[in-house]
Nanobody
């Protein structure tokens, strides 16, 4: 399984970026997908998740209303549209996959519930 994240970069506060994560080696349509981030000296934290079925999505409170997660099963890709970026959004952003099951509603925010991880893409927001 490979998860290849891209789209990071340097942006000014208030700007936007769209991250992409291309998946291979798994039946993408049967996997829940998530975005997590990790800033220097901090633990990895949940950002957004999307369920394999039904279109359910969930967001961390810190990004709700600014970020949008979506997926294209035909392209085996999950996206994270990030708007109104703030300096505190600066981090390495990782995509992750977990096998879709009935536990999504309690598991989608949990780092340890995801079995596959991408290498991450750096997002830097300047003030």
């Amino acid at each position: 399984v490979q998860l290849q994240a891209s789209g990071g970069g340097l942006v000014q506060a208030g700007g936007s970026l769209r991250l992409s994560c291309a998946a291979s080696g798994l039946t993408f349509s049967r996997y829940d997908m998530g975005w997590f981030r990790q800033a220097p000296g901090k633990e990895r934290e949940f950002v957004a998740g999307i369920r394999w079925i039904g279109g359910n999505t969930g967001y961390a409170d810190s990004v709700k209303g600014r970020f949008i997660i979506s997926r294209d099963n035909d392209k085996n890709t999950v996206y994270l549209q990030m708007n109104s970026l703030k300096p505190e959004d600066t981090a390495v952003y990782h995509c992750a996959a977990r096998s879709g099951d009935s536990r999504w509603f309690v598991a989608f925010r949990v780092v340890s519930s995801y079995g596959y991880w991408g290498q991450g893409t750096q997002v830097t927001v300047s003030s």
